[in-house]
């Protein structure tokens, strides 16, 4: 099957910027989601971009789609200790069945003091 | 806000025998959702349910698998006869309504330790 992928690890210094890639393979995903997993917990919604823009930004949060390359990615400004988590990059999938979403296999950020 | 919520937070249960994981999905939400995280694994969809009934599965919801909407709140999943791989983190999601401009919103997950 088609894969969503991302790189597994990454640590930042406190106060540093993060950036977080993604590739996907779907032309035809519209919207591209961004789900954080803080240790035990669920899935929290961070952020989307519908897949005709190239640049959305919300307060830290500033994502990046290049369509043509099928890479997103996640920056988060001024990262703080509270940032540390999985971070999970996911395409939504539509068909005639409804909508699902394909995971990648998340990013684990460490935000060193 | 309101949120998706998944009891229990953790169930152990033997081997061979049967588990139900209980989700409240968001009230006004029509879509509903069942993904599975092993352990240090991706997450991985397995069914989507909608006017009572299954809309997708993945190879994964095998026979062993049943979803259920029992009234106007709990979405189930049940596994008849567990198995040591069906240890992982169960997350349930709801959305409202079935295009990809809506997110899912997930519930915090219940841990199935089978032993």
């Known amino acids: 099957g088609e894969d969503v992928e991302q790189s597994l690890f990454l640590s930042v210094r406190e106060g540093d910027s993060s950036v977080i890639n993604c590739t996907y393979t779907?032309?035809?995903?519209?919207?591209l989601y961004w789900y954080k997993q803080e240790p035990g917990a669920g899935l929290q919604l961070l952020t989307y971009?519908?897949?005709?823009?190239d640049m959305k930004q919300d307060q830290r949060l500033t994502v990046l789609l290049n369509k043509k390359d099928k890479h997103l990615s996640l920056r988060i400004a001024d990262t703080q200790t509270g940032d540390s988590a999985i971070y999970f990059c996911?395409?939504?999938?539509?068909?005639?069945?409804?909508?699902?979403?394909?995971f990648g296999p998340g990013t684990r950020l460490s935000v060193l003091p | 806000e309101p949120e998706v919520t998944q009891t229990p937070s953790h169930q152990v249960t033997q081997m061979g025998q049967e588990v139900i994981l209980r989700c409240v999905p968001i009230s006004n939400h029509l879509y509903f959702y069942w993904y599975r995280q092993i352990l240090g694994q991706k997450v991985e969809f397995l069914v989507s349910?909608?006017?009572?009934?299954?809309?997708?599965k993945s190879e994964i919801f095998d026979d062993q698998f049943s979803v259920e909407r029992p009234d106007g709140s709990n979405f189930t999943l049940k596994i008849r006869s567990t198995k040591l791989e069906d240890s992982a983190m169960y997350f349930c999601?709801?959305?409202?309504?079935?295009?990809?401009?809506?997110?899912?919103?997930f519930g915090d997950g219940t841990r199935l330790s089978i032993l």
């Open positions: 996911a395409e939504s999938r539509t068909d005639n069945y409804g909508q699902n979403f394909v």
């Open positions: 779907d032309s035809s995903s519209t919207y």
């Open positions: 349910f909608y006017n009572n009934e299954i809309s997708e």
């Open positions: 999601a709801s959305s409202d309504t079935g295009f990809s401009n809506q997110p899912q919103h």
């Open positions: 971009i519908f897949s005709n823009m």
